[in-house]
Each structure stands twice: as structure tokens, then as C-alpha cells.
């Protein structure tokens, strides 16, 4: 740790660290949120398909969030649950254009809820879902989104969805502003 590191975390400045899961499927825009997220000059022009996964880092008002960004791919989801545990808030990214795997979306969406162990199941972990790429023309609206995926079930989590358009970067700050709202919440 640096000496300055050092220093606002004594006066009490620095930002206290949540680890925050990305899920969702492959292709649904886990990266390219997380990348609008950075501070432009940390962001990558580039993004590439993720592979098993990466750690990246961004900071809201008062938090300092540090994000595993899982692949979605078939291959690496059972990859997901060994993270679990890391987590404080879950952000769940679907394609709201893409109505055909919307049910693949809700399977990983019921697997990950239901998933055996202590991890997710009986812990009160905030869930933010981006309904995104919004500005597709087949794209369906986020309370659409919300009942093909029957977010209304969930009832012993809090969670939110916003409608977002990952590349214009729309609809990002307001789900980190309920992230960051719902995680004080359970730290004050
Ligand atoms: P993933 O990390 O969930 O697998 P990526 O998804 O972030 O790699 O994004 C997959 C593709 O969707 C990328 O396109 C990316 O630019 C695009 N994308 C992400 N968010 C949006 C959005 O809100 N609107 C639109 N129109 N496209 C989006 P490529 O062409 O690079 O595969
Ligand atoms: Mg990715």
C-alpha cells in the first residue's frame, strides 16, 4: 500500500472495497458495462470476449468496488459458484433483444438463487439487472425483461432493474447508485 493509501485511509477518506459478481450470459454486455464504468482514461477500446474471467476495479461516490467479471459462456458458468462467496451484490446483465435465450438467461438467473450452500441462497445479497442494449430495435423494455425472468418471485433479496445501453454508457450511474444505496445500507 502506498503512502498516500496509507494516509486517507487514516483520515478516513479512503473508500471501503465491496467485491461485486457480474453474471449473465455471454454476448449480454458484462464487459462493456463494467469497461464505461472505469474512469475514462482506465477504460479499453477493445473489449474481447472474456475468458474464464477478470478483476476489474471502479468507484462510486463512496465505495470502491472491485468487480469479478465471469464469462457467460456454456464452459466457464460453472466457474461462477467458486466466486460466490467473494460477493456483497450480484450485478446480472441480459440482452434485452435477445428474446430467445431470455429463458436460458432465467435458468442461470434460478440456478444461481437456488444454488445449494449458504453462499446466495439464505443471504440478503443486493441483485442489480441491467435489461440492456436498450437501443436494439428488437429490444424489449426492462419491465418486460423483468417478467420473463419473474423478478417479482424474489422476494428475500432486494433488487432492482435498470434499463441500460452499455456503449452509449445510459442507465449505468443509476443502478450503481442503488448498488451503492442498498450495500451502506447493510454496512451502517
Ligand atoms: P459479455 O461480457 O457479457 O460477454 P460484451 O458481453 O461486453 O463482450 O459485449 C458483447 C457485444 O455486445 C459487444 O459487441 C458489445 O459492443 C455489445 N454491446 C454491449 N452492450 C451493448 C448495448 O447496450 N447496445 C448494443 N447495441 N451493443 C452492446 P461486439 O460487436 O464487439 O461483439
Ligand atoms: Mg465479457
Same mark, same amino acid.
Given at each position: 500500500m502506498g503512502l498516500l493509501d496509507r494516509l486517507s485511509g487514516l483520515l478516513g477518506l479512503k473508500k471501503k472495497e465491496v467485491h #461485486?459478481?457480474?453474471?449473465? =450470459? +455471454?454476448?449480454?454486455?458484462?464487459?462493456?458495462?463494467?469497461?464505461?464504468?472505469?474512469?475514462?482514461?482506465?477504460?479499453?477500446?477493445?473489449i474481447v470476449p472474456t475468458i474464464g474471467f477478470s478483476i476489474e476495479k471502479?468507484?462510486?461516490?463512496?465505495l470502491s468496488f472491485t468487480v469479478f467479471d465471469m464469462s457467460g459462456q456454456g464452459r466457464y458458468r460453472n466457474l461462477w459458484e467458486h466466486y460466490y462467496k467473494e460477493g456483497q451484490a450480484i450485478?446480472?446483465?441480459?440482452?434485452?433483444?435477445?428474446?430467445?435465450?431470455?429463458? #436460458?438467461?432465467?435458468?442461470? =438467473? +434460478?440456478?444461481?438463487?437456488n444454488h445449494p450452500g449458504t453462499h446466495i441462497k439464505h443471504r440478503r445479497i443486493p441483485i442489480l439487472f441491467f435489461a440492456n442494449k436498450m437501443d436494439l430495435r428488437d429490444a424489449v423494455t426492462s419491465v418486460k425483461v423483468s417478467q420473463l425472468l419473474?423478478?417479482?418471485?424474489?422476494?428475500?433479496?432486494?433488487?432492482?432493474?435498470?434499463?441500460?445501453?452499455?456503449?452509449?454508457?445510459e442507465g449505468l450511474q443509476e443502478g450503481v447508485d442503488w448498488l451503492q444505496d442498498q450495500i451502506q445500507a447493510v454496512k451502517t
Open positions: #461485486v459478481l457480474c453474471l449473465g =450470459l +455471454d454476448n449480454s454486455g458484462k464487459t462493456t458495462i463494467i469497461n464505461k464504468l472505469k474512469p475514462s482514461n482506465a477504460q479499453s477500446q477493445d471502479f468507484k462510486s461516490s463512496s450485478i446480472f446483465v441480459v440482452d434485452s433483444s435477445d428474446r430467445l435465450r431470455m429463458v #436460458v438467461a432465467k435458468e442461470e =438467473l +434460478d440456478t444461481l438463487l419473474c423478478l417479482e418471485n424474489i422476494k428475500d433479496k432486494p433488487w432492482h432493474i435498470c434499463a441500460s445501453d452499455a456503449i452509449k454508457g
